[in-house]
């Protein structure tokens, strides 16, 4: 799991009790897996048939060679389950990787991920910010006994202000294009990196960090889709139009 491996803060830790899972991939069909030399590596998140989205720390030192998007599998592979190289990876200008924010990836398959009927269907993109105490849900990957699967929970927007001000304790700077979600009893260090923050079947966020080990007690933190949709709108723009360029140059 890259969350572990690359920086110790990065972290997805144990079960909550109020995990819902091992969830079918049916409930939630635009979670894909990436996959470095086939093996899990991290989440992310289908937003149409050409675009995926992930954390840049999940992608950022890994050659795109080495990944690979796995699309409609959950605990066990199916008829649907089907593996996709990558064309390119884009990051946000400001990423630097020693530096834990501006942490979204947007991703180009090289081949359109074909959509399946509750399998693999990419999910709409938020329009708003919600306010604080709106009930989210987040999905993604986790091992468990040694097994990859899905789990998702409920948790509750927290408010940029006391979620910053949680944070400073610890030194920690929460950033612009970050959302802070919890859990009312018992915080979760819930799913592991690129996973779905989702309010009304509506992405809003990608889950990145959890502070190992104040997970119990400090909010997680998620990439902000919203702030972040304007680098995503132009990417794709220029992504997508130089690639259909190519393809007439090339005829
Ligand atoms: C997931 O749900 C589908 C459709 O309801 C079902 O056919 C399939 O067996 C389920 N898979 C698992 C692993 O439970
Ligand atoms: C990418 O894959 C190659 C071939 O398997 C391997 O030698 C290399 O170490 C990998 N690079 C990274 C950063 O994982
Ligand atoms: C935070 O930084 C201040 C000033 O550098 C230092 O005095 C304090 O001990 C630090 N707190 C933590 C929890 O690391």
Request: with cysteine; charged share 20%; proline share 5%.
């Amino acid at each position: 799991m890259k969350s572990i491996l690359t920086l110790c803060a990065f972290i997805t830790a144990a079960f909550a009790q109020h995990v819902d899972g091992p969830v079918n991939i049916t409930r939630h069909p635009y979670l894909l897996e990436l996959l470095n030399n086939q093996k899990h590596w991290c989440g992310a998140i289908l937003i149409n048939s050409r675009i995926v989205l992930s954390t840049a720390h999940c992608t950022y030192q890994v050659p795109k060679e080495n990944l690979t998007i796995l699309a409609g599998s959950s605990i066990s592979q199916n008829v649907y389950t089907k593996q996709y190289k990558i064309s390119s990876i884009r990051y946000y200008k400001k990423y630097d990787p020693k530096r834990p924010y501006n942490d979204i990836s947007v991703i180009f398959p090289i081949l359109s991920i074909d959509t399946e009927e509750k399998y693999v269907v990419p999910i709409h993109v938020a329009e708003m910010y919600y306010p604080p105490g709106t009930e989210v849900i987040v999905s993604g990957w986790k091992l468990v006994k040694g097994r990859h699967m899905i789990l998702s929970h409920k948790l509750t927007l927290k408010g940029k202000r006391t979620c910053k001000a949680d944070y400073k304790k610890l030194n920690i700077t929460v950033f612009e294009g970050d959302l802070c979600a919890y859990e009312e009893d018992d915080a979760v260090c819930q799913a592991e990196s690129g996973g779905a923050l989702i309010i009304r079947n509506k992405l809003v966020g990608i889950v990145s960090r959890i502070y190992y080990p104040y997970c119990m007690l400090y909010p997680g933190l998620y990439t902000s889709f919203v702030h972040y949709k304007p680098f995503v709108k132009s990417t794709v723009k220029k992504v997508l139009s130089t690639k259909k360029k190519t393809k007439k140059t090339k005829k």
